[in-house]
């Protein structure tokens, strides 16, 4: 019964979205956003002491920063429904780009691509941008929603733009497929999570659980890896920023080999978030499992 709620609110919501000018939409979904940032306490409580330890925000500066992220999160989300109805010249218009060389050295490779980004801005637009815009032939790993109604809706909004969405319980040879054909592969990396192996790697100082599965194809595929992300600007166009691609090392030690690449990868992130800070979802608790050393040391 729950899952039925949050679905007919979000249809309805996804409804009036769709129908408002974009301007009125965002504006709704800014106020939904500052809504939930007075009402979600436990939420709000994870982003503010997580975004202290991280960035060293304090007192009211760090209130407005977590105001914002809400808000921000809200923004993001009525565009993504939104999205779909966006012609090709729309899309290309409100998105401006820095470092597309660095994507396309790396494109023009044939080894495919994997995109390391985060939640990050709107992130959905990246691969909408590039396959139904820029016409690379793109595929994202995504994780499905709780509620299979909403993941038709998200699945079938990549398909719209040509994405080829790849679950994450999907086998690794569809993966390795993907990049084999040259295509462009998203991936999120920033998140804990159990369902997936990985290694506790720094993470602005804080050793964080990150999933080692990308980088393990990348070292099997020679794949390189191009970190980026998306940000809203204060008009509501985006900004994309992409970096040069990785330097990795692949040697003899399969272990060190991805717990070096690891620590990279999140380097790439931590730069990325720090562009613009509130536009990260700090709400997630990204140093929630911890070392086994420091659960020894707790117990």
Request: glycine share 6%.
């Amino acid at each position: 019964m729950k899952n039925d709620i949050i679905y007919y609110i979000s249809i309805a919501l996804i409804h009036i979205f769709n129908i408002l000018p974009r301007k009125l939409a965002i504006m709704l979904g800014g106020f939904i956003g500052e809504v939930l940032y007075l009402s979600l306490f436990k939420d709000r409580d994870i982003a503010q002491s997580q975004m202290e330890f991280a960035l060293g925000l304090k007192g009211d500066n760090l209130k407005a920063h977590v105001r914002a992220c809400f808000e921000m999160m809200a923004k993001n989300l009525v565009d993504v429904v939104r999205m779909k109805n966006w012609s090709k010249e729309y899309l290309g218009s409100i998105v401006e780009v820095e470092g597309l060389e660095n994507f396309d050295s790396a494109y023009n490779q044939g080894k495919g691509v994997i995109a390391l980004t985060g939640h990050i801005g709107n992130f959905e637009l990246i691969a909408a941008w590039f396959s139904y815009y820029k016409g690379y032939r793109c595929s994202v790993i995504g994780r499905k929603v709780y509620d299979e109604r909403l993941d038709g809706m998200l699945v079938a909004q990549r398909k719209h733009f040509n994405i080829q969405n790849i679950s994450t319980d999907s086998s690794v040879k569809t993966i390795i497929k993907a990049l084999h054909d040259g295509r462009a592969l998203g991936v999120l990396l920033d998140q804990d999570s159990h369902k997936v192996s990985g290694y506790f790697v720094d993470f602005f100082g804080k050793k964080a659980l990150t999933a080692a599965g990308p980088m393990y194809i990348a070292r099997k595929s020679g794949t390189p890896v191009v970190p980026m992300a998306i940000y809203r600007k204060p008009d509501d166009s985006y900004f994309m920023k992409i970096l040069p691609a990785l330097e990795l090392e692949w040697t003899d030690d399969k272990e060190q080999d991805i717990i070096n690449a690891l620590i990279k990868c999140n380097k790439a992130l931590e730069e990325l978030i720090k562009h613009d800070p509130i536009q990260w979802v700090w709400i997630h608790k990204r140093w929630r499992t911890r070392p086994p050393e420091e659960e020894e040391m707790s117990a």
